[in-house]
């Protein structure tokens, strides 16, 4: 696996367990479809939260988070349509999330959860 794969992957594995430790439930992981990729799907009470991860080993390009552009905030929103009708799910509320990990040598990676972005 070539190292950015393995680290992206760690990354989705500390969001997962940050999201569950905040009280959500994962649905989906890598969801796949034509529009492209859901890195986490979960349910956080009524809400169903689809949630970008970005993973980063320095913040010299920026903080993770700030990789998430305009442009991949309205592909995340095809794809939470793309999600609900594939799966027939209704949902209240439907919320992107995005967290981002820093990995850069601590003890522990740093986590940054954005709650309900634009």
């Not at 027939?88 to 850069?104: K, N, T, Y």
Request: net charge positive; glycine share 8%.
């Amino acid at each position: 696996m070539r190292r950015s794969a393995a680290l992206g992957r760690y990354g989705e594995e500390v969001a997962a367990a940050h999201l569950q430790a905040q009280g959500m439930v994962i649905l989906d992981r890598n969801w796949r479809c034509d529009v492209g990729e859901i890195d986490i799907v979960a349910r956080d009470g009524s809400a169903l939260v689809v949630c970008e991860v970005k993973t980063r080993t320095t913040e010299a390009f920026g903080s993770p988070i700030a990789a998430v552009t305009p442009r991949k905030v309205r592909r995340l929103r095809r794809l939470a349509a793309a999600w609900l009708q594939e799966h027939g799910e209704h949902a209240s509320q439907v919320r992107l999330d995005v967290v981002g990990i820093l990995v850069d040598g601590r003890a522990r990676p740093v986590i940054e959860h954005l709650r309900g972005v634009d």
